[in-house]
């Protein structure tokens, strides 16, 4: 089983390289840094099954600058041909060693573990799709920038012209739009035919071009309107719907703050993140994470001898 893990990482490097150092051993990482970042490439301890990017964007969250800096990291990794593509953040930690993760996917090798549920449906979720919306900064001062995209956003809350067809339509098909959480791991299989789909169908990205975290939705859209819309670990798109895009990550377990924002675990954790059926954890920041990253450590390498 050859797993590429595609990682998008803007900070704390010490981490990050605390990741690559678990997964480069016995798989290849493909690191995409955003121009961002607030570390340099030459921090980044090297490895020779770590391929970094040199074709990097500047990224903003919510907007499709994340999607395109994933699609860097498909382009460049579809070129082996490996069997399993697993897309990670450079927060992001395994709960289990790599010779388990390696015998999970193994198992389960033909199947897409990515979730989805129907935003055309007009849930909570359907503002994504209906309305206009600009995330990246239009100025390098920051309380212009948010009084500007607060001005914005009454625009496109009052005002029609903000808002766009919600129809998405590609070679005669009307395809269902759905969401989801960001990260995933996926087949060669379906990867192949995802980007094939992208660089055919121009109309695609530039459909999401201004929805609102479009990193959430594409891929999603693309596999529950394709032919591998049931190989899902779920069996195909999910009915109920959770007003918590964190709740629905394939492989990972989150914990959300009171401000709907992604807090790190500490070794207080620890129990609660091995009871789960996750296979990583996000986040973890150095400082916080490290001891229940060493106790974790001391795990994997017990299990290898």
């Known amino acids: 089983m050859r797993i590429a893990y595609l990682i998008l990482a803007h900070t704390d490097v010490k981490q990050l390289n605390r990741l690559l150092k678990q997964l480069c051993e016995m798989q290849d990482v493909y690191l995409h840094v955003d121009q961002k970042a607030d570390f340099s490439i030459d921090e980044i301890n090297d490895y ?3 391929y970094i990017l040199t074709q990097r964007t500047r990224c903003y969250w919510g907007d499709i ?8 990291l498909y382009r460049a990794a579809l070129q082996k041909k490996y069997d399993r593509y697993v897309l990670l953040s450079g927060q992001d930690y395994p709960l289990y060693a790599q010779k388990d993760l390696q015998t999970f996917f193994a198992k389960h090798a033909d199947v897409e573990f990515i979730r989805g549920f129907a935003i055309t449906d007009k849930n909570q979720d359907y503002f994504k799709i209906q309305q206009r919306h600009f995330m990246k900064p239009f100025f390098h001062n920051k309380k212009a920038d948010r009084f500007f995209h607060h001005l914005l956003r009454y625009g496109i809350t009052k005002n029609r012209l903000f808002y766009k067809k919600t ?34 169908q121009p109309k695609l990205l530039t459909y999401f071009q201004t929805s609102y975290a479009p990193d959430e939705m ?19 798109v999910e009915a109920a719907y959770v007003d918590d895009i964190h709740r629905w990550t394939a492989l990972h377990v989150m914990k ?18 091995k009871a789960s059926e996750a296979l990583f954890f996000r986040k973890a920041v150095s400082g916080i994470s490290d001891t229940l990253i060493d106790r974790l450590e001391e795990e994997f390498y017990a299990a290898s001898i």
């Open 256 to 273: 959300i703050n009171a401000y709907g924002e992604v807090s790190p675990y500490s070794n207080d954790d620890y129990a609660y993140l």
């Open 65 to 72: 600058s994340l999607v395109e800096a994933t699609l860097l």
């Open 167 to 200: 129809d998405l339509i590609l070679q005669g098909q009307t395809y269902t739009v759905y969401g989801g959480g960001q990260w995933h791991a996926l087949t060669h299989a379906f990867a192949s035919y995802m980007m094939d789909l992208i660089d055919t």
């Open 48 to 50: 020779s099954s770590l």
């Open 218 to 236: 594409l891929f999603q859209t693309i596999l529950f309107n394709s032919p591998f819309r049931d190989h899902t670990f779920k069996k195909g």
